[in-house]
């Protein structure tokens, strides 16, 4: 079947981008804690990166819309993760940190907005559900090794050795971009413009709809708001549960069990990555409703017990709602833009305002942690955030554009 090998090789691209995208964020957070860095500069360093993100990701979706040479600006852009993490790990200056954060974060928004294209452009509307659950699923699974081996190595000999585990993952990730046959994308289909049952669109600007659509679109607006809210509260508890255990509990091997922490949510991701993706019970609203409903527990259960070990149903908890969403906000947001030629487009506002909320998370959290160290108070301001994820994702379900067309499964969103 052609493209049967390109979509294969785009399963395998996001197991490898798993390690690369994000940089070593949860890991640096962790070392930098255990080289005595001051607590604000280390929330400095993490929201750099997030701000960073903000900023690029919305110039990146729309970049993604117009171009084709999306394989390309893959292989940039994993190179540009890779360069910067070195960065990181080789000097404590401030400044120097804080630059590595800034283009780990650039980088990593053109990688996110390329999968998303890639992942539409080759499954086409009809299989993207399918294939982006698959997708999560081995991008889980990537994240379960790679932590493996950084936690591992980082442990045994030094966190700097990391860097061989994430050096290894980035030759696999140009490997197989590099074995998707570039004319297996449709790269209309890719910006969410797949004609259904009409003639096909003109490839230019005026066959498609204007940007300035999207900000009519109350659903979408909504839901982006709800991104941000849950991520406000979710992106620091990883990192800063890691860091309590290096300031508080005396030969934790904090690296260590950060890469634990990050094998026991990506071992949960796995089945809830492939069982939200096929589904036929449940509309994905639900699943979302449920993933928003989890983080309150899980900065609860943070709250309350300090010990290691406590890492492990926190982190059950988070592999349960981010292995919810790492599926539904792709198809949540082509539910909404279906038709409009902008899904990469949308996808990029509605990862501007989560990652305004991821960014602004550490800064936050760490502000709070202080030099009183109050990890516990942090925890209960991380989860309140996440509550008013609730009544907002409500409101985007009855804000929901009923001018745009369900997505391919023939569901559309309940209200």
Known sequence: ????????????????????RDGLGPFLATYLQENHIRQDLIGYTMTAGGLAAVAMTPFAGAWVDRSQAKRAMTIAGALAVLGASVLAFSTLSGPLLIASQIVTGLAGAVLAATMAALTLGLARSSGFKHQMGRNEAFSHGGNMVSAIGAGLVAHFFGAPW??????????????FVLAIRPDDIDHEAARGDEPQDEPPKPADAEGHSPIRALFRNRGLLLFGLTCALFHLGNAAMLPLLNQRLAATVADSAPLLWTGIAIVVAQLTMIPVA???????????????YAAILVLPIRGALAYMFASEWNNIPVQILDGLAAGVLGVATPLMVQRYVQGTGRFNTALGFVMTLQGIGAALSPGIANAVVGSGQRFGLAFVVLATAAVLALPMFWLAQRGFAPSFKPVADGKAPRR
Not at 1 to 20: E, N
Not at 162 to 175: I, K
Not at 274 to 288: M, P, Q
């Open 1 to 20: 079947m052609r493209g049967r090998s390109s979509l294969l090789a785009l399963t395998w691209l996001a197991f490898f981008m798993a390690d690369v």
């Open 162 to 175: 990391m860097l061989a585990v994430m050096a290894a993952m980035t030759v696999g990730m140009v490997l």
């Open 274 to 288: 492939l069982w939200v993706s096929r589904s036929k019970r449940f509309d994905i609203v639900w699943f979302v």
